[in-house]
């Protein structure tokens, strides 16, 4: 299947391609980017058409070029009534931020493209429902120090940036992400984490996240990875991060470099749909990848975006090829105002019963219910042990036929 945005060819590569890619594209430049069909046709945006490309792959020009008001979108995009509603209502936290790039993958004339609707505002956003919460997961209650969470034993996750490339309207920490504050975590706030997690000999893995902790300039994040690596119990860091998917020209050679001096390091990156895994984000997977990084996936079940069985089969395998191995599904949290993305938890349980036996186990994500109140990552799926009794297990397979395991 060949996978076409309006204006942005990211169709299939072909086999080889990508190998030969992957060994040059560290010292690609924009020109070759363009030649080897990454960057795509960028210019067929009117909006764009004049941007050289030197200034399109410069990441710190797409976030300043970023389109956060209803003037600036109704010139790549013909608007709803509906999001036109809530572009006007969509100020202060969790404001409009779109990247140019995002805007390539966006259909001008469908309201319903998957793409777009993670990006634009809609008025839905402002009608809050009866079992909706600021903090569904009660991450502020589990904060013992600012920036840190603290929930399970052995890992913490360190909040190290309240911006992000793109602001997604399904965001589960819509409470503490946006423009208007400040944004690296401070050197105080970063003392006392460190001097949390120093004081805690438990704690083995650290997840960087935010907001995204590569809006940081190569310097900060390096502070903050510096510090915690040299926290002796800690065996690991993790970032989770959605900018290879909305901003891909983050991914630098010097931001490689920098990544590199600190092995063993995890990233965690956030995909919902199978048409973000563009030529442009592969090359940047492309990089991560032959530097050793090992890359895994979380998705958010979406209402109308990935919630068909089909969708999220071709999600995860397009992440395998790029050397992404899926790691979990959410259930969409029952934060404020994203009702409208929300679906009833026996769609991701469908899911993984279409997955299962049917594909790759590698292509098999964990589907998990983060429990309101913080009760944590709760696995839910369907249920192949039918019963059990006396050593004697009664299972059924994939296809539904029933087997008996005697111990
Ligand atoms: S990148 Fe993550 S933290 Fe930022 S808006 Fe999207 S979901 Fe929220």
Redesign the pocket.
Known sequence: MILQGKYFNIGKIKEGQLASQAQTLEHASPQTLVRRGCIGDYRKVALWKDVPEEQWEDWHWQIDNRIHSLEAISKVLILTPEEEEGIKKSNGR?SMAITPYWTTLMDPDDPECPIRRQAVPLKQEFQFGANEFVDPCAEDRDSPASGLVHRYPDRVLLLSTEK?A???R?????RL?GEKVSHAMNAKALDAAADYIRSNKKIRDVLIS???PLMLEDSELEEIIRKIKSIPHVEFVRLGT?VPV?LPHRITESLIAMLKKYSPLWISI?FNHPREVSRRCKAALDMLADAGIPLGSQTVLLKGINDKPYIMRKLMHELLKVRVRPYYIYQCDPVKGTAHFRTPVAVGINIIEKLRGFTSGYAVPTYVVDAPGGGGKIPVGPSYLISQDKGKHVLRNYKGKIYTYVE
């Open positions: 969790l992000c793109m602001y997604c399904h965001c589960t920490r819509r992400v935010g907001g995204d959605r909305t956030h």
